[in-house]
C-alpha cells in the first residue's frame, strides 16, 4: 500500500492514502502518529493527493480525513473522484456489513471525505496555494490514474503512482514531459520482471481458459471491478466472438453495469483506438458477458466467471472460490498481485490446504494460475519513465526490497543519479541546489546580448556587471547607475588631479595644442580629444593647461581623471610617464 | 430588379497578398484580420512570438449565393437568380503578414477555428494549434459537416471568371461592389480537414503551455461552449488577456474563470453577444411557446441550427417542456452528417461540464438528457433526409437541421417542402445570420418564421461588470464596441464606456500595445549565488555586485560565475606598450555615500598621516596633508584628491577613502 508524506519548500504533501489488504487490525491503515501526535492533520498537510481509485491507494482517506481529521483539499481526478467512492463503500460493507467490524468508517464518513474532493484535469496546472502548483499527467494503469507532478519554487518531485508504459486493450501508455524534478518516486511493483510480450501473454491466458472450458471445468478469475476486469472482458469478448464459443461468461454483479458505463462516459481517459470508434462501437457494451447471479455457481458445465474482490480475500470470489476449490477440472486465474496474508497470496505460494474461518480447512484442488495482466510498468518501462522525466535523484517504493535493490544498482549504473528505496516509516532526505530567479532589468539584459553577439564565444566568456537589490521579496539585478538611482542616492565623484609643470614660452592654448599633437603621435590606439573649452581628453583623463602667476613661461599641467570612469588607473600614469611626467624636459624639447 | 447570379458551392475567404514588413521584437504588436467582432482573427507579436488569436470563418457572405437544394428543385431552379439586399460583405481574412511565419495559432472556441484549412494548408506554415479536446473534436465535426453538405451536392458546373475583375466589374448589384472578391475561396475538402487538425496540439484548462521559453499561454474556461477557452498569453513580467466568446449564464460548460483574468496589462475583448437587446432565457420561452403552439395547431417546426452548442441546450429544454405541454408523442428530428457523433460527443466531455452536470457522471449517469430522449424515442437522428429517414419521417414534427444560413445543408429541403404552408414554422435561434436575407430567397414564404436569436455571450452590462472586476490596465476591443449600433445610436448601453477608454481596431488595422517592458527573468546558478556578499545599505534592502557570465539558451538566461582566466603562457616578445589596446578590465564600482571627516582624519592618522591642515569651505571640507603636500577636497557628494606625481600616496589614500564609500 502507498502512504508517502513529502516535504518540498516548507510543503507538505500526503501522497496517496492506502490500506493494507493482508491486515484485519490497526496496521491496515497507515500509522498517522507518524505526522501528528495528537488529533488532526489539516495544521500538517496543505494537500492530499491520491493517484488512482485502487484501494492500497485510497482506502485510507475517509479514515484519515474523517477519525483522524483532516479537512483540507484532496486532489484527484474525475474518474477517481467518481469510483473511489464506490470501491470504498464496498469495502466498507465487506468489512462492516459482512465481518461484523467496528471501528471502521461509515458510509457518512466516505460522503464527507470526498466533500473535500477537488477534481484534477490532465495536465491542468493547479495553484493548491500561492507557491505550491500541481499537474497531473496520463498514468495508464487504471481508468483515471494520474502521475503528479509537484512544484514549490524551483525544486519539484514527480510522484507516479501505479502506472503503466505498455498501451493495452483499453488503456494508453504513461507519458510525461521532460520536466526534470529533484525527485522522481517510482513505484517498482515490477522491479526486476521485464514481461515477455503481452501477445505470448494474452495468447497464455486464452489457452488456458479454452482448454478448461473444453473438459468442462469451471473458471474463476479474480479481478477488481474496474481495471483489469475490462481488459479481460475485452479479451475474451473478442476471442469468443472470433472461435464461436458458446459456454458463459458471468461478471459478478453489482458493479459490472455501472463500472463499464463509467468506461463508457470517461471515455476521453481510454486509448486511442477506443476514443476514435466509440461513436461507432462502444467497447464496453459486451455481447457475451452476462451479469452472473450467485446461484449459477452451482450450474453444470463450464462457464467463465469474473467476480470481485481480486485477491481472494473476501466477497463473491472467495464464495465462489470455496465452492469451486475441491474440483480439480476446474482453474482459478489470478490476473494480479496478491499481498502478503491474503489467500490469493497463499494459493500462488502452492498452499493447498487454507485454514478459513471457524477453523475449517479447505483443500485446494483446482488448477491455480497466475497471469500478470496487472497494469504496472515493468522495470524497462520504469527506465523508460526515468528517462521521459530526467530526474536529478530517484525514489523507489511500491515493491520488495530484494527486487528494488537490483533496480536502484541498475539505476544508478545506468543514469548516474542517486536513487533511494525508504522502508516503511523512514525518511529519505535530498538536499537540492536549486539556481535563484531575478529580474534583470531589460535595458541591462539587452546591451549585454547586444555586446555579447548573436553566439556566445565559449572561449571569451563576456563578463556582465550589475547590481542585485534585495528589497522584501524582490530580487533586482540593474545596472550599477539604475541602482543608484532606484535606490534614490547620490553617486559619490571620486576625482584625482595631479600636476606637472613645464617650461614652455608659448600661450596656453598652444601649449594645449601641441601637447594634443604630441599625445595624438604617441598613445595609439586611444581616443584623444580637443575639446572647445580649452582641454584635451585622453579617453576619459582631463588635461588643461594654466600659466603660473609669476612666470609666464612656467606651464601648469592639470590631469585629472575619476575613479569610474578610468578603468585603469595604469593608463593614466602611464600617460603622465610616457607623455609627460617622467620626462618634462624630454616633452617640453619635444613639443618645442 | 433581381439580377441572376449561380455560384455554385463557392464560399468566401479572404486572402490578399500585401505583406508586411517583418516587426521587430520585444515590442508588442497586435494585428487585426478580421472585421466581424464575433469571428475575430488577430495575430499579436510578443517577445518575438507571432500568435495567432483565432481564426473564424465567416460565412455570412454565402448569402450571397442561392441555397443549394438536395433534391432537384424547379422552383429554385426556375428562379431568376437572387442577391442579398443590402449587399455587404463581411470579409473574412485579410493578411498583412506573411502566414508562414506563425509560431502558434490558439483557438478559444469551436466556432473560431472554421477557417483553419485555409491558415495551415498550402501556406507553408509549420507552427502549432492549440485547442482543448471538446474544442477539437467538436470543431472537427462542424468541419466535417460542411465539407459534406458541399460535396455531396453534385455541382452542374463551377464557376470561377466571375473572380475575375473585368467581369466582375460587369456583374449586377452589390456582387460588382464586393470587395476583393477574387480572395473568395472554395470551401476545403476532408483531406486538408484531416491535415490541418492533426497540427493541433490538445491542452487542457490552466495547463501552462511554454512557447520557445519566452511566453506561457495557458486556456482558460469561458463558459461558453464545450471546451470553449479564453487565454492568457505572459511572460514573468506582462500579461495579456484574450477573451472570446465567453459567458456568464450557467448553460451546459465549465462557468468562465474569471479571477485568472485579474492583474493584466492589456485585455483584449471579442466575441461580445450579438444580440445585446436578446435576453437568452426570454428567447428561449418565446422558442418553446412557439414550438408548441405550431405542432398544437397541426404544424411542423423547423429549427436550423449548428450541430453543436445551443442545441444541446434547446433539448434539455425541450426534455423539460414536452411533458408539461403534452407534446410526448410528438418526433423531433435530428438531421445532421455529424448529428449521432455530436449527441455522443456531448456526453463524454464530463470535465468540461458544469459542475451539475459533472455530478450527474458521477452517478454514473449521462450529463446530457438527450439521452434519454433517445432511449425513448423521442428524438431521433439521421445522418441525411435520405435514408432511413424518408420512411421514418412522420409528421407533425420538429426538425432541427443545418445550415442556419438556409443556403446549404438538408433545411433546403425542408424549406421547399414546408415553406408552401401556414401551419409550419421556422425558428431561428442561430444569431449569426440575419434571417430575413435568410428567407429571402424562398419568398413568398407562407410559412411563420419566429426569431428567437440565443446567444449566451457577454452583454455590455456584463463586460462592464467584469472589467471592473479584474482591471486590465488597458482594453483593446474591435471598434464596433465603442459605438452603438448603427441601428440604434441612441442606445448608449450598447457600447463599452470604460476609462480609460478602450482602443478600438478594425479589420486590417495594427496597434502597438502600450506595454513597457522592463524587466526579465534570469536565474543565478548556486555557486554563483553563493559567492555574492549583500549589505546593507537600507534599511531592508540590501545590495549585492555582481559580475557574472550571461548564458541565453532557448530564451532562457542563466548567470554563471565569471571562469578562472586559464594561465597565458609567458609570451617571449613584449609587446611595446604603447601599442597596446585599452584592456577591458572589471569596471569599477559606482561610489556612494559620503566620507565623514573625523573618522577619515583618525583613519588618516593611523596611516602615519598626522600633519593635516583642515579648512571649511561652502560644500565640505578640505583637508591639506602639509608633509605630502596633497589636498583632500571632502564634499557631500564627491572627494577630490589633488596629488601630485606619487603613485604609491594616491594609491593609499584612493583606498582609504573607498572604505567609507558604498560600492555599487
Redesign the interface.
Known sequence: RSCILVSIGGKNIMLDCGMHMGYNDDRRFPDFSYITQNGRLTDFLDCVIISHFHLDHCGALPFMSEMVGYDGPIYMT?PT??ICPILLEDFRKITVDKKGETNFFTSQMIKDCMKKVV?L??????QVDDELEI?AYYAGHVLGAAMVHIKVG?ESVVYTGDYNMTPDRHLGAAWIDKCRPDILISESTYATTIRDSKRCRERDFLKKVHESIERGGKVLIPVFALGRAQELCILLETFWERMNLKAPIYFSTGLTE?AN??Y?????WTNQKIRKT??QRNMFEFKHIKAFDRSYADNPGPMVVFATPGMLHAGQSLQIFKKWAGNEKNMVIMPGYCVQGTIGHKILNGQRKLEMEGRSTLDVKLQVEYMSFSAHADAKGIMQLIRMAEPRNMLLVHGEAVKMEFLKGKIEQEFSIDCYMPANGETVTVTT???????????L??R??AL?GPL?DPKK????????????NSL??VS??Q??KE?G????????????QLQDPHSDTDTLHRIYTHLKS?????TIQHLPDGTVMV?SIVIKVSSSTEDPNTKVLLLSWS??KV???A?S??I?Q?GT?SSPNHYLRKCL | MLHVLYLSGVILLFVSLKTFPSVSSFHVFQYCLSGHPTLPCNVLKFKSTTIMLDCGLDTTSVLNFLPLPLVHSPRLSKLPGWVSKDGTLNLEKKELLDLSTIDVILISNYHCMMALPYITEHTGFTGTVYATEPTLQIGRLLMEELVNFMERVPKAQSATCWKNKEIQRMLPGPLKDAVDVWTWKRSYSMQEVNSALSKVQLVGYSQKVELFGAVQVSPLSSGYSLGSSNWIIQSHHEKVSYVSGSSLLTTHPQPMDQSSLKNSDVLILTGLTQMPTANPDGMLGEFCSNLAMTIRAGGNVLVPCYSSGVIYDLLECLYQFIESANLGTTPFYFISPVANSSLEFSQIFAEWLCHNKQSKVYLPEPPFPHAELIQTNKLKHYPSIHGDFSSEFRQPCVVFTGHPSLRFGDVVHFMELWGKSSLNTIIFTEPDFSYLDALAPYQPLAMKCVYCPIDTRLNFHQVSKLLKEVQPLHVVCPEQYTQPPLTQSHRSDLMLELQPPPMPYRRCSVLNLPFRRRYERVYIMPELANSLVPSEIKPGISLATVSAVLHSKDNKHTLQSVPKPPPVPPSKKRKRVIEEPPVVLAPKPLLSGAVPLEAFLATLQKHGITEVKVEETADGHILHLQAEDTLIQLEEDGTHIVCDNNEPLRTTLRDLVLRFLQKL
Open positions: 474525475h473522484k467518481a477534481p484535469n490532465l495536465h491542468q496546472t493547479v499537474k524551483s455501472k458505463h463509467y463508457k462516459l470517461f471515455i476521453t466509440f461513436v541546489n536549486p539556481s535563484v530567479p531575478v529580474d534583470i532589468s531589460l535595458n539584459l539587452k549585454e546580448m555579447g556566445p566568456p563576456r563578463t556582465m556587471h550589475g547590481t542585485l537589490i534585495m528589497k522584501e533586482k539585478l550599477s547607475e541602482a543608484l535606490l542616492l547620490n553617486e559619490h565623484q571620486l576625482r584625482f588631479t595631479c600636476r606637472v604617441v598613445l595609439k590606439g586611444y579617453e575613479y569610474q578603468n585603469k588607473e593608463t600614469s602611464k603622465l610616457q611626467d
